[in-house]
C-alpha cells in the first residue's frame, strides 16, 4: 500500500477509528458506529466495546471527540447511558481545556471517565488503563485503521449504488442487511430475543452474494439460487475486481460474526442465571408479551453452540475472529503457519494449542460442504476463508509483509508455492483501489 498512507493528525471519523484502534489491541470486541433510527435518527454511538476478561462480560460506552466539547455533549452522553442501561463510559477527546480538572471531577460523578489526548504521541500513556491485553504496537495501530477504512469505503460504496442503481435490487437489500446486523440488533437488550431475531435476520438474506452476483448478469435478484455465477466469481477471486461481491461477502460475514457473538454471550448469560438477560419473556411495543426461544434456531446452530461451548477459551472467540477476519485477512500464510498461531495467540488471548478450536468454531456454528477453508497449495501456499472480501485479504497482506520483513517489501517475504506471491500482490492492488476509492 506504497500509494496510499494514513493522516498523521486524524479528525472526525478517523480520529473515532485510531481510538477504535487502541481498544481492539486492549483485547475487546469492539462495535461501531451504531444508529438508532426511526422516523428521525435518535442516537449514533461511537464504539461499544464488551470486556470478555470479566464474565459476564463487561459493556462500555466509548464516546470520541476531535473537535470541541463541553458540558452539553457530557450531559449527552449520560443520558445515553441511562437511556441504554450502560454504567460504564469513557470520554475521549483530543482538546484540552484550562480549568480540566474540573471538568474530569464533574464527570467522574456521572460515572465517565474523561481522557484527553491533546498529542497523539502521548497515546498510549493516556489510554494505557483501558489496555489489559499485552503491548501496544504501532504496526496494529495502523492496520487496524487501515481496516476501518476498508469497511468505510466499501459501505460508502454501497450506498452511493443504491442511489445511483435504483433498477438493482441487490443494493437496496444489502443496505438494509447492514443496517439491522449492525445497529437495530445492538438496541435489542433481551439476549435470547436478541440471538432469535439476529438468526431470523441471516435468513431473511439467504445467499445474498449469490443473489447479487446473478443480478449483476441479468437474472432477477428475487429467486434462489446456491452459487455465485463463474464469471463473477473468476473476476471477484480470480481477477480481483471491485464489484459488489466484495460488499455483500463482507456483510455477510459480518452477520455471522454477529450471531457468534451474540449466541456465546448468552450461554455465558444462561450458565450464570442470570434472567435478566435471558428471560424468554420481553414486552412488543404495544405492551404484550412476546415468548422468545432458541428453540426455534435450526438444530445444527444450537448443537454447534453446544459444542463450541466445551472449549475452553470459547468466550475469547469473538475477539478472535474479529482479529482473524479483519485484520488477518481470513487466511493463514503457511510458509509462516507457526508465527502466525503464535501472533493470533498474543492478540487474542487464546493459546497455540487452541486455536484451531478457534478456527473450527465457525464451521460448527454455521456448516458449509467441505469446509470454510480451502488450501490452495502447492499453487499458492495459503489456507484461505471461502467467499471472503478480497479488500480485507489485502489488509492481512499488508500485516503480514510488516510482521515478517524488516523492508515492507513483498520480495522479503519467505514464500513458497507458485502463486503465493502473484495473489498477495493482487489483494494488495485492490485494497489499494478501495481507499484511493475515498
Not at 93 to 101: F, S
Not at 141 to 158: A, D, G, H, M, P
Not at 363 to 379: A, R, V, Y
Request: hydrophobic share 35%; with cysteine.
Amino acid at each position: 500500500m506504497a500509494s496510499i498512507s494514513l493522516s498523521d493528525l486524524p479528525k472526525g471519523m478517523e480520529f473515532e477509528e485510531y481510538i477504535s484502534a487502541f481498544f481492539q489491541l486492549g483485547g475487546y470486541y469492539i462495535e461501531r458506529n451504531i444508529i438508532e433510527r426511526d422516523v428521525v435518527e435518535v442516537l449514533e454511538l461511537d464504539i461499544i466495546t464488551t470486556n470478555y476478561n470479566i464474565l459476564p462480560p463487561e459493556i462500555k460506552l466509548i464516546e470520541v471527540k476531535s473537535g470541541g466539547w463541553g458540558f452539553p455533549d457530557i450531559f449527552k452522553i449520560r443520558g445515553w447511558m441511562d437511556y441504554l442501561n450502560i454504567s460504564e463510559c469513557a470520554l475521549i477527546v483530543n482538546e484540552g481545556k484550562r480549568d480540566i480538572d474540573f471538568y474530569k471531577k464533574k464527570v467522574k460523578a456521572l460515572n465517565i471517565d474523561l481522557v484527553v489526548i491533546p498529542d497523539l504521541s502521548e497515546s498510549k500513556e493516556a489510554l494505557a488503563e483501558f489496555m489489559s491485553n499485552g503491548s501496544i504496537e504501532d504496526v496494529d495501530i495502523s492496520t487496524w485503521r487501515f481496516s476501518y477504512w476498508v469497511e468505510r469505503n466499501l459501505l460508502k460504496c454501497l450506498t452511493q449504488k443504491k442511489n445511483s442503481h435504483t433498477d438493482k435490487k441487490c443494493f437496496k437489500s444489502l443496505t438494509e442487511y447492514h443496517l439491522k446486523v449492525n445497529s437495530e440488533i445492538f438496541f435489542i437488550e433481551n439476549i435470547t430475543e436478541k440471538v432469535d431475531k439476529l438468526y431470523d435476520i441471516f435468513q431473511k438474506f439467504p445467499r445474498i452474494s449469490a443473489k447479487c452476483g446473478n443480478e449483476l448478469i441479468g437474472n432477477s435478484f428475487n429467486d434462489e439460487y446456491d452459487a455465485l455465477p463463474d464469471k463473477i466469481f473468476s473476476d471477484t477471486y480470480y481477477e480481483c475486481k471491485y464489484n459488489v461481491i466484495q460488499i455483500s461477502t463482507f456483510i455477510e460475514h459480518r452477520a455471522r460474526l454477529s450471531i457468534l457473538k451474540n449466541a456465546i454471550d448468552y450461554r455465558i448469560y444462561e450458565e450464570r442465571g442470570d434472567t435478566s438477560k435471558t428471560d424468554d419473556i420481553s414486552k412488543r411495543s404495544d405492551g404484550n408479551s412476546e415468548m422468545w426461544s432458541l428453540a426455534l434456531l435450526p438444530q445444527s446452530f444450537k448443537d454447534g453452540l453446544n459444542m463450541i461451548y466445551k472449549n475452553k477459551y470459547f468466550n475469547r472467540y469473538p475477539v478472535f475472529w474479529q482479529w482473524f477476519m479483519w485484520i488477518f485477512g481470513g487466511f493463514i500464510l503457511k510458509d509462516y503457519e507457526e508465527k502466525e498461531y503464535e501472533i493470533l495467540s498474543q492478540k487474542t488471548g487464546i493459546p497455540v494449542g487452541e486455536i484451531p478450536n478457534a478456527l473450527e468454531s465457525y464451521q460448527t456454528l454455521f456448516p458449509l460442504n467441505d469446509g470454510w477453508f480451502k488450501d490452495l497449495s502447492p499453487n499458492s501456499n495459503m489456507k484461505v476463508m471461502k467467499m471472503f472480501p478480497v479488500p480485507f485479504r489485502g489488509v492481512g497482506t499488508r500485516y503480514r509483509r510488516l510482521l515478517y520483513t524488516e523492508s515492507g517489501k513483498f520480495e522479503d517475504l519467505e514464500l513458497t508455492g507458485t502463486h503465493t506471491l502473484n495473489d498477495l500482490i493482487k489483494w494488495d492492488n485492490l485494497t489499494v483501489e478501495v481507499l484511493k476509492n475515498d
